[in-house]
């Protein structure tokens, strides 16, 4: 199962990004049926959840630290997940990871994921 996370970048604090998460080979079936997640880790830090998807896209839920900022979203004709950024901030910076859940709901907690991108750097200066 192949998840490709895209669209990282180096921006200063008050930009947007638009990160991807693109299914190939058999994840298409996965990231069609299955709740999607976004995550990140910053340097020194443990690994955290931005945001989650199901698998309808109809239920989104955010970390409160994203909330208002970031928006999760899926377009089943192109497989593929996204996460808008917005407002970006210094404390955004880290490593953006996607993942699909075991179920068709997305969940906080990274145990409830199956599958995992690759992750992308985002860096945010102040």
């Known amino acids: 199962v192949q998840l490709q996370a895209s669209g990282g970048g180096l921006v200063q604090a008050g930009a947007s990004l638009r990160l991807s998460c693109a299914a190939s080979?058999?994840?298409?079936?996965?990231?069609?049926?299955?709740?999607m997640g976004w995550f990140r880790r910053a340097p020194g830090k443990e690994r955290e959840f931005v945001s989650a998807?199901?698998?309808?896209?109809?239920?989104?839920i955010y970390a409160d630290s994203v909330k208002g900022r970031f928006t999760v979203s899926r377009d089943y004709t192109k497989n593929t997940v996204y996460l808008q950024m917005n407002s970006l901030k210094p404390e955004d910076t880290a490593v953006y990871y996607c993942?699909?859940?075991?179920?068709?709901?997305?969940?906080?907690?990274?145990?409830?994921?199956?599958?995992w991108g690759q992750g992308t750097q985002v860096t945010v200066s102040s």
């Open positions: 998807i199901s698998w309808r896209g109809e239920a989104t």
């Open positions: 080979g058999r994840a298409v079936r996965t990231i069609s049926n299955n709740g």
């Open positions: 993942a699909a859940a075991r179920g068709s709901l997305g969940s906080r907690s990274d145990s409830e994921y199956r599958y």
